[in-house]
Every structure is written in C-alpha cells, then in structure tokens.
C-alpha cells in the first residue's frame, strides 16, 4: 500500500513538473526565438534556430502529457533534383536558411511561418510558406505548405509533410496504421519496423494514423485529409533505440522533375489530441470524409440508392469458375441449401487462360450466358472477373498481336520510357512468364477498353454484376508520359482517370447492375457498390475501414483456405466478418457441408441476413467490451503459407440505425466451449436515451427472447460454443 502511495505521489510530481516546464516554456515565447501555439487543450512550442525552424514540444495540458519524442524530425523536407544532371537535394525546415519568421496569429488564430534564401545559393529562387491554423473545439493544429520554385535549374521531386515522432505512452499504449482493415499495434515504440506503403491501395487504404495511450486518456491523430485521394506514401516506424514512433506523409510532386514548378500540399494536415482508441481516430476521419472527401458517396435512408437493394441486402458470396457445366449447378444446390439470395463470382468464364492474354475476354465459353440466366431464376446473382488494369505484351497467346501496335501509347511509363509491367506466375505459351503491363487511368485508350468490356458483359452476358480487379488494390504507378496529358509523377491524376472511367459506366449501365473491385482503397467508393475484402488477413486487425466507411457500400469476401485447423479458421473468419460488417464468405459451394464449420457459416449468413438494414443503412459503432476471462484462439489461415492468426474466441461487434433509434450488439463464439461475460457498453454511444432499455435476443434458428437491461448495467452473456446472436436494442417504452 505504501508502494502505491509512493508511486501516486511520483505521478503528481512528474505533472507537476512537466506543467511547470510548459509554463516556463510559454513565458519564453515572447521571446524572437520561441513561439507557443495553444490550440484547445494542446500547445505547440516552435522555436527558431540559427538557420531554420524547429518543433520542440507538443504538451497534452490536462494531463501534463509531453507527445514529442526529443529530437523530433524536421517539420518538412523538400526533396529537388536537378532537371539535366538528377543530382539531388533537400531542403529542411530545420537547417539551412537565411530567413526564417512566424508571424503572430491573425484573427482566426492563424499564424504563417516562410523559409526564405537557402543557404546553398544553387536553390536561390525556391521558398516555402507554411500555414498553421488552430481548432479549439478539437484541440488541432491544421497545416498547409506550399513551396514557390521559380528557379530554372532545380525541380521539386517530393515533399516530406507532416512528420511527427511520438515518445512511448506507457504500458499498453497502441499505434494504429491504416493497413488492411486497419492494424492497432502495441509493441511499435520497441521495434525497428516499418508500416505503410503507397497510397491510395489496398494495403494502405485510408490517409490517418494514430497513437494513443492503454487508458485512451492521451494521444494524438496525424492525418492526410486530401480530399481527391492524391498519391503519396504513408509510413510509420518504430525507433527502438530512442523508444519511439515516426508518423510521415511523402507527396511525390506533380510534374515532378520538372523545373519551375510549384508544390502545393494537397488538401491539409491535421494533428489533433486523442481521447479515446482507434475508434474515436476512425470517428475523427470519418467525420472529415463525409463532408470534403470526393469520393463520399450520397446516401439516403436506406443508404445508397444507387446501388441495387439486391446488393445492398445479398448475406454471402460463393466463388468459384470455368464453364457453365463446371459451376452451375453446384452454385444452384449452395443457394438452395440456404434458401437466400446468394452472390456468385465467377472467374474463368472466358476462353483465354487466367491472367494472360488480357483484355480479350471475348469469346466466352460456351454457355456462359445461359448460365447466368439459370442462375437468376435460383436467386443468384453472377459477377464475373475482369481486370481493369493491365494489357498483356503478348496478347495472342505468345505473340505481340496488339500491345505494341495499340496498347504501349496507352501504358504507365517510368523515367525511361518503358511501360511498368507486372508478373503474377502465369505462363505464356512458350513457358515464360507473362509479362502485364500496367495501363494508363487517364487515356481514353484504356478508359474506353474497360467501358466497353463491361457493359458488353451487362448487354450480351445478362450478368447481375462486373468485378474489375486491382482498382482499389495496386497502388499508383508514377507515370512519366507527356502525352497522357496528366503531370508527371505524383499527383491525383491517377484517382481522377478512374472517376471518369467508372463514371461512363455507371451512366451506361443497367441501374439493377453493379459494380465491384478488388481491396479497399478508399478514393473509389463513389463510383464502386462492393469491395472485395478477401486481403482482411492481419494480426491484430480492428474494424477501423468499416467504422468509417460503413454503409456506404458492401465490402464482402475474405479467402478461406484450407490446412490442418481450417474449420476453426473459417470459423474465425466468418465471425469476424459479421462483426465487421461484411457480406460473409467468398469460399467454394461445397464449404458450407463440413462437420466442423458448415452449420457455424450458415448461422453468421442468417444473421447477417435478418438485420441486413443495419449494414447498408446503418453505421457501426463502438463494439463492446467483455468484462472477464475470454481465452484466445489460434489457427492458420494460410493467407501466405502458413499465417497463424490469433483473436479472443468471443468477438463483438455493433451498429445502429441512428433514425430509428436502435442499435445492435453481436457476439460470436468460435471456440468449442461455453464462456460467459458481463457486457460493457455506453447507450449514449449508441444513440440510446433513457434509463431502461429493451433487448430482443436473436439466435439463428430460434424464437426471439425479450428482457430489459439497465442503462447502466453490465449484463451478463452466455456464448454456447460456435455461436453466434445479437441484441437488438431499443429505449424502453414509457
């Protein structure tokens, strides 16, 4: 007890002193060298160096928290090549220039800080503007930076902004990076790794990270919010040696290499304190998405209205192909064991092998067509496999037939001139590999191409539905060919050419048609009804991209596999996709017969099924806590070889329908034993007023139980083993 004592009293004093240190920091600022920017409950200290600037604290007021790590990075670096000989140089906001000011805060609390005359006077001509904006009701810091190159010889190639490191939170302290479905990682600060990648793709799907204390009492959010979704790379990193986090946004420059060229930061950088987890983080963008974000698509009541009720209700995807004869009937009997609409992707239904000889899909094999009209009247809705990004160099088995002669103006192209051109283990006829090279969004060449090939499918083939591959999944390729009339390099051109290419097919397709594409890069959702998320394959996974971007289409799929412990595999996958919110599977028809899991699968479908509403008009909320002991559960899910994953056997999830008033828990337990916990949740979350609330209990296959919980309860479940249910909640009546 008086160990505690002690240690209460050493947490007061280690307060008191770091308030103590803001304070005589603040004082300071009225000096020429130091400047205190107080944005809320968060105050940024800048102070100015002999040839630049630096940032030398970021302090939580409440709770005399410092965020900074010492030695914190430079605010920016400007990366610049030469235009003749590509020599290359930074430029930082720390070092290296003659003139540097902050000027004091405007009206609006804004302040701007210019870099000016560099010290090499190879960069005479090139300065920078950096504007600081503050939010008081968030307690964020907003930037903006643009950088003025009127110099002949020197070309802005990348500019590196925001960074920021942040010092370790204390035990359980997390940091949340947007791969996947959205990672939160607890043990960054003592490792040396390397996260992210570039953006906008499957594997760096959203424009914020986050890093924030076990309590969610401190924190801070560093976000992107580029509202055209232009190409950069996002990365965090661990610095084991100083116990650390590096948070950093690299912008390759629109035209770059080019000399005389401005930058302009696309959009605004956004540090705000965190209260919370990676929710409250996915709240913070989910919020700034809706309103600025190009891509936010326009719902209604019922949520998208330009997407078919068939999809925005459909419980599950099989997947599979070939021909008719091959698939159709196993589709029929999966859709007839159920008794529910069900989703088919069909690949394989072209006479060209898979992943050569694109893009002459046509002919199809015999009786593709007719297949697609059987399977209709079985309440099946077929999608077929495109790609919507590559053209074979050998485009007639292992002949150049009409790549060169018509496709090599059309493709990305590097420095040199040479199309970008990808390998994904299929063969050519002679036994080398197929080399695919990557198409220009922008030219009206490949624009034209896929159009044409969809709604072909939708005309001819009768298809419900046209999956085009790898448009939310690879990332941009920083395309240097003049005559596609887009910068060079880096900038949103590459977003913008597919906006007009989905653009022209949505104008022209069937309006009970849709559209679906590979992973789930956020800038194509406009334009896009489902996302293929079978790529969900991560440890440590948090429903991050459902929370934002729920109900705005159907992400659907993940890749069930096989191995020694797949049926608790499959088993934890389904279960973490109706808690995420997914349209469940994406596995073959004859899955849904094994012993060990079939009975579980069919159990999330009919769940999903009865409060589909929820997840196409609905929005997710915070899921739940269980208060006691849940054991954890491994298996291998051979997304790559082996990949042991590991979740709690108890998984929970929530969402709600804010205009009528009610909410949703869900709970899974893909364990093979009964595991009982008190449920802790917050109604004023959900939208939940009152002191009583009525709770309608749904099982699959079972009558519907009714009880009443307290507001303020934390009533207790029961999970039978491989179980799944859901309250349905409601204010009590009156």
């Known amino acids: 007890m008086n160990a505690q004592k002690d240690t209460r009293r050493l947490n007061k004093y280690h307060i008191f002193i770091v308030r103590t240190i803001l304070c005589l920091c603040v004082a300071g600022s009225a000096s020429a060298d130091r400047t205190a920017v107080r944005t809320g409950e968060m105050t940024l200290l800048l102070e100015k160096t002999e040839q630049g600037l630096r940032v030398l604290n970021l302090n939580d007021n409440a709770t005399g928290r410092e965020l900074l790590a010492l030695d914190n990075p430079p605010l920016f670096s400007i990366e610049l090549r030469h235009a003749k000989n590509a020599e290359q140089l930074t430029l930082a906001a720390d070092s290296g220039w003659r003139r540097v000011e902050i000027s004091d805060a405007d009206a609006s609390g804004q302040r701007i800080l210019t870099f000016k005359e560099s010290t090499d006077d190879r960069l005479k001509e090139i300065s920078v503007e950096v504007k600081l904006l503050i939010n008081d009701a968030d307690s964020a810091l907003i930037w903006d930076l643009k950088v003025a190159n009127n110099n002949e010889q020197w070309a802005v190639w990348r500019v590196i902004f925001p960074r920021v490191t942040i010092r370790y939170l ?42 924030y204390d076990a309590a969610g009492k401190t924190g801070l959010y560093i976000g992107m919010h580029d509202p055209f979704g232009s190409t950069k790379d996002i990365f965090v990193q661990g610095l084991k040696d100083r116990r650390a986090v590096e948070f950093r946004f690299e912008h390759p420059a629109a035209d770059m290499g080019k000399p005389g060229v401005d930058f302009e930061l696309p959009g605004q950088a956004r ?16 919020e700034w998405v809706s309103r600025e974000a190009k891509w936010w698509p326009e719902l209604g009541p019922d949520g998208r209205a330009d997407t078919p009720e068939w999809m925005r209700e459909l419980p599950v995807w099989v997947m599979t192909g070939g021909a008719a004869s091959d698939c159709v009937e196993r589709v029929k009997r999966f859709a007839d ?38 399977l209709k009247q079985a309440g099946v809705y077929a ?42 283990g299929s063969k050519e006829a002679d036994g080398n590999s197929v080399k695919l090279a990557v198409m220009c969004p922008s030219t009206s060449l490949w624009q034209n191409r896929v159009r044409d090939i969809v709604l072909r499918l939708f005309d001819e083939c009768g298809v419900n539905g046209v999956y085009i591959d790898q448009i939310a999944a690879a990332a941009p390729r920083l395309c240097f060919d003049e005559s596609h009339a887009h910068p060079l390099g880096g900038g949103h051109w590459w977003t913008q050419g597919y906006w007009k290419m989905l653009d022209a097919i949505r104008a022209a397709k069937p309006d009970e048609c849709m559209l679906t594409t590979e992973c789930n890069a956020e800038p194509y959702i406009r334009w896009l009804d489902g996302y293929l998320t079978w790529h969900w394959q991560g440890q440590d996974m948090v429903p991050a991209f459902p929370a934002v971007y729920g109900g705005t289409l159907q992400m659907f799929g993940r890749a069930y596999r096989g191995g020694p412990s797949q049926d608790l595999a499959n088993r934890m996958k389904a279960g973490q996709q109706l808690v995420f919110g997914e349209q469940i599977g994406w596995f073959g028809p004859e899955i849904i017969k094994r012993p060990d899991c079939g009975q579980f699968l069919r159990d999330c479908i009919n769940l999903r099924w009865r409060l589909k509403k929820y997840f196409y008009a609905g929005q997710m909320a915070r899921p739940p806590k269980l208060i006691g002991e849940i054991p954890k559960v491994t298996a291998d899910w051979q997304w790559s070889g082996e990949w042991p994953i590991t979740t709690p056997a108890v998984m929970t999830g929530a969402w709600r329908l804010r205009r009528e008033n009610k909410a949703i828990l869900l709970f899974v337990n893909v364990s093979d034993q009964t595991l009982t916990a008190n449920v802790q949740f917050d109604p004023g979350q959900y939208n939940l007023p009152g002191k009583t609330l009525e709770v309608t209990e749904i099982r699959p296959g079972e009558p519907e139980t009714r009880h009443t919980i307290g507001a303020d309860d934390q009533p207790r479940i029961e999970c039978a083993p491989r179980s799944v249910f859901a309250w349905e909640i409601i204010p009590a009546s009156t």
């Open 271 to 286: 540090w705000q304190l965190l209260r919370g987890d990676w929710f409250d983080a996915a709240a913070i963008y989910r």
């Open 337 to 374: 064991e159920l008794g529910l609409p069900v989703g088919f992707h069909w690949y394989n239904w072209h006479q060209i092998p898979f992943d050569n000889d694109y893009p002459h899909y046509f002919p199809t094999k015999e009786g593709f067509a007719e297949g697609v009209a059987e």
């Open 383 to 424: 999608m077929p496999y495109i790609n919507g990004r590559l053209w074979d160099t050998r485009d007639k088995q292992a002949e150049d037939w009409q790549f060169t002669k018509t496709a090599r103006p059309a493709a990305t192209k590097d420095e040199k001139g040479e199309p970008y051109t990808e390998s994904y």
């Open 170 to 211: 204390g035990e359980g302290s997390r940091v949340f990076y947007p791969l996947l479905s959205g990672i939160e990682q607890a043990d960054m600060w003592d490792t040396a790794e390397k996260k992210g990648g570039l953006y906008p793709s499957g594997w760096t799907c959203m424009q914020y990270m986050a890093a």
